[in-house]
């Protein structure tokens, strides 16, 4: 019997295209934008940043196999969202004048697009 996913889907403060900067772990200080999130895992994974090396077999789409490089995803805990200063920030929920819900920077206050 295949066991169920119990944990909730939970929202995330960080979205696919955010610039944001990594404050923990081996690669901490280091900025990049968001190409993929991994919800269930609460992972992103950032461009050009935590690249690893992976061996592949020999396959249809590549016939030699060989060593590539690729990003690898990192906790969404360590990244933090850059502002339009350059600093990082924490980002909040709250509601426009149209009743539609928004992020915006808790330092600056401004609205996240």
């Known amino acids: 019997m295949k066991k169920k996913n119990t944990q909730k889907s939970v929202k ?3 979205k696919r295209g955010d610039n944001v900067i990594v404050i923990a772990g081996n690669h901490k200080g ?3 934008t968001i190409t993929e999130v991994k919800v269930s895992e609460q992972r992103v994974i950032l461009e050009g940043i935590n690249m690893v090396k ?3 077999k020999p396959s249809a789409n590549n016939p030699e ?3 590539i490089e690729m ?3 990192i906790h969404i805990s360590n990244v933090a969202h850059v502002d339009a200063s350059g600093k990082p920030t924490r980002i909040g929920r709250k509601k ?3 009743g539609k819900l928004v992020r915006y920077s808790k330092k600056s206050g401004e609205i996240i697009k």
Request: charged fraction near 30%; avoid cysteine.
């Open 12 to 14: 995330l403060h960080v």
């Open 96 to 98: 426009d004048e149209n």
């Open 65 to 67: 196999g060989g060593i």
């Open 71 to 73: 990003e690898a995803p």
């Open 54 to 56: 992976k061996h592949i």
């Open 30 to 32: 280091e900025q990049g």
